[in-house]
């Protein structure tokens, strides 16, 4: 039996169950660093089902989060513990999630502490690799701090004194879903307002009218007529896509397919960027600059992004990241970015993310304050400055 597996390296713990997109989810503590993370899906896999871990074997995706495993065996009784790891456990409406990794102190379950709902996706329960640090600092502090999914019709979110958006990498796909939940939760961070202007790229027009330098960008609306570089390399991406999800190098050479993909996301109803493709990338990487109330914290390098000409963005668990040292043009561009957002400042949480022109100056990819990893665990100190943040919200209010 051939099975669609979703890997999710550094959960708090390794469980095996439920589906997304189709994908049977495992959750692993494990880093996805040399197959580790594989190796230690594909082992809980095969536990799950009653099967020895030679049973189990990697058919595809040796370098992605999506993996196609084959496991011996098509008996009835296999089928049915696939089934039954696939479906969702839903709780009582109104239950409480078990407490979180690391809340054993006198908080958690305190009434008395003040309640935290750090938001996160049904693929992502424990949160990502930042999550369970988080909610340890948290507890640390006096806050009874927990995961809980955006889309969780059993939670009650206005018996929190705060709901910090993290994990929701799930919102492209239902935005106005997304919206809507937002806008219905009393207090939450970053606001709803700004969520809205910052899940449609087109955020970028209203930063350009405001001096910003950003990647020079073509709009494309979905029903407009499609007219595409001919002579340079140059990149197609949604104006709703979570990361990099959907995007697409191209030149000149792969035409046809740039016009596909255009196709693609006006199908899709959705708008389409086209900027030239900034070859510094590929030495330079992008810099991300994270803010936490508005004051730096750190920077991270990325990878490139996107592959050969005619193929789509990597899954952004492959490109490498590394801390850096964001330089005084990245700094001074970065607080530009964020004076120029819209909404109450300073918001909770920021990444702007810079590229650099073929002349050095930098500009802007992209800013991401709706549900941006921040990459805590790498720089020293930053996991306190976002717990010591969200404390300060909730014993202000």
Known sequence: MRLDIRVHPGAGRTAVGGCHDGALIIR???????????????????????RRRADVRLVAGATSRRKVVEVTGDDAALAEAVAALRRPRPRPA??????????????????????????????????????????????????????????????????????VVRSTWDYAERRDEFLAWAAAVPRLA????????????????????????????????????????????????????????????????????????VAEVQASGRWVLVQPYLATVEEAGETGLIYIEGRFSHAIRKGPVLGDPGARARDPATVTITPTVAGPDERALAEQVLAAVP???????????????????????????????????????????????????????
């Open 190 to 261: 970053n606001p709803a307002e700004v969520l809205s202007w910052n899940t449609d790229k087109r955020y970028l027009e209203d930063l350009a009218g405001a001096g910003v330098p950003i990647v020079p960008t073509t709009w494309i609306g979905p029903h407009d007529p499609v007219v595409l570089p001919t002579g340079t390399p140059f990149v197609v991406k949604p104006s709703i896509g979570a990361g990099a999800r959907g995007a697409g190098r191209h030149d000149p050479t792969t035409l046809e397919a740039a016009r596909t993909h």
């Open 94 to 163: 109104g239950s409480r999630r078990p407490l979180a990794l690391g809340q054993t102190g006198p908080m958690a379950g305190n009434p008395a502490a003040p309640r935290v709902a750090v938001a996160t996706c049904a693929a992502l329960p424990d949160l990502d690799a930042d999550g369970p640090a988080l909610l340890e600092a948290l507890g640390r502090a006096g806050v009874d701090a927990r995961p809980a999914v955006w889309d969780d019709r059993g939670e009650q979110w206005d018996r929190y004194d705060l709901v």
């Open 343 to 397: 909404g109450p400042a300073p918001l909770l949480y920021a990444r702007v993310d810079l590229l650099r022109r073929s002349d050095g100056r930098p500009v802007l990819s992209e800013v991401e304050v709706t549900e941006p990893r921040l990459f805590l665990g790498p720089a020293p100190g930053a996991t306190g400055r976002l717990a010591r943040a969200i404390v300060r919200r909730v014993t202000a209010s």
């Open 28 to 50: 692993v503590a494990q880093p996805a660093i040399d197959g580790r993370a594989t190796e230690a899906a594909l082992s809980a896999l095969a536990r799950a089902l009653g």
